[in-house]
């Protein structure tokens, strides 16, 4: 018996909805469970978007990796955000890592870029996302990076439109 995973599909077009019946309808011998609700936009999931779109435009002017302008951005400023409001175990391991630099300057600079890679936006509620995005952002304009503006990108920042 082979194991359905779990699909979501957002019914926005009509190749979408045949792409669902096409789904419910072939073989399987799992009983499975249909549900459908409406759809909520999520902030969340626009303001990652937005992160990607800005960390890909920023790391091509450098000729750095999507990886690398990320880790950039999250040593430079989602870490601070972290440790200031508490989120996780950030607090705790940076003050840890700040000890260690008294110590050990090479251990430290070691377990401060593992702290980093094991950081994640996802950690952030919206709030510190869109702090995070405002960062991001003044640092393009500062350098005369011109970075894209999605239709959402309002929705996403929480702001008036």
Same mark, same amino acid.
């Given at each position: 018996?082979?194991?359905?995973?779990?699909?979501?599909?957002?019914?926005?077009?009509? =190749?979408?909805?045949?792409?669902?019946?096409?789904?419910?309808?072939? #073989?399987?011998? /799992?009983?499975? @469970? !249909?549900?459908?609700? $409406?759809?909520?936009?999520?902030?969340?999931?626009?303001?990652?978007?937005?992160?990607?779109?800005?960390?890909?435009?920023?790391?091509?002017?450098?000729?750095?990796?999507?990886? =690398?302008?990320?880790?950039?951005?999250?040593?430079?400023?989602?870490? #601070?955000?972290? /440790?200031?409001? @508490? !989120?996780?175990?950030? $607090?705790?391991?940076?003050?840890?890592?700040?000890?260690?630099?008294?110590?050990?300057?090479?251990?430290?600079?070691?377990?401060?870029?593992?702290?980093?890679?094991?950081?994640?936006?996802?950690?952030?509620n919206v709030k510190q996302m869109t702090e995070f995005l405002n960062h991001i952002?003044?640092?393009?304009?500062?350098?005369?990076?011109?970075?894209?503006y999605p239709d959402d990108f309002g929705y996403a920042m929480g702001r008036k439109?």
């Open positions: 018996m082979t194991v359905v995973q779990p699909k979501k599909f957002v019914l926005v077009n009509e =190749e979408v909805k045949k792409r669902v019946a096409e789904f419910v309808k072939r #073989d399987t011998e /799992e009983v499975m @469970e !249909v549900v459908v609700r $409406a759809y909520k936009k999520s902030r969340s999931a626009a303001q990652l978007r937005i992160k990607w779109s800005w960390i890909g435009v920023i790391g091509d002017v450098y000729g750095w990796t999507k990886n =690398e302008c990320n880790n950039y951005y999250k040593r430079r400023y989602l870490l #601070d955000i972290f /440790e200031r409001d @508490e !989120v996780g175990m950030y $607090a705790d391991s940076m003050s840890a890592m700040r000890k260690l630099m008294l110590l050990d300057k090479a251990q430290a600079d070691i377990a401060h870029a593992q702290i980093v890679d094991l950081s994640k936006t996802e950690h952030a952002e003044r640092d393009a304009i500062s350098l005369e990076i011109r970075l894209p439109p």
